[in-house]
């Protein structure tokens, strides 16, 4: 089980956990097939991902994956193409250990 941006749900995909709105109620319920119109009707209602079925979590604890990061970028910080894709990435990682 992983949880995926809402931009990178597709159709198809499973619901592992039920998705809730700000206010806690469940608005879509765990195992629910995801669609066209019901991942419209989720950025509709601001829900930044959803945890679907299928998917494993991080392989290491974040800690350390985002220590990774700031090595692999270490020798390239006065390039603003890679700050961006820096960035991109360290928005990645935390996504990956979002939890609800």
Do not use: C, W
């Not at 992983?2 to 619901?15: A, E, F, Q, T, V």
């Not at 209602?45 to 970028?73: H, N, Y």
């Amino acid at each position: 089980m992983g949880r995926i941006s809402i931009d990178n749900l597709r159709p198809g995909m499973k619901l592992a956990k039920p998705v809730t709105n700000k206010g806690g109620a469940v608005m879509l319920a765990e195992d629910t097939e995801l669609t066209v119109a019901l991942i419209d009707k989720m950025r509709g209602m601001d829900i930044q991902g959803a945890f679907v079925q299928g998917l494993s979590g991080p392989a290491a604890p974040k800690d350390e994956m985002l220590s990774g990061l700031e090595d692999r970028f270490a020798g390239v910080s006065n390039e603003p193409r890679l700050a961006v894709l820096k960035r991109i990435m360290r928005d990645h990682l935390e996504g990956l250990y979002e939890h609800g």
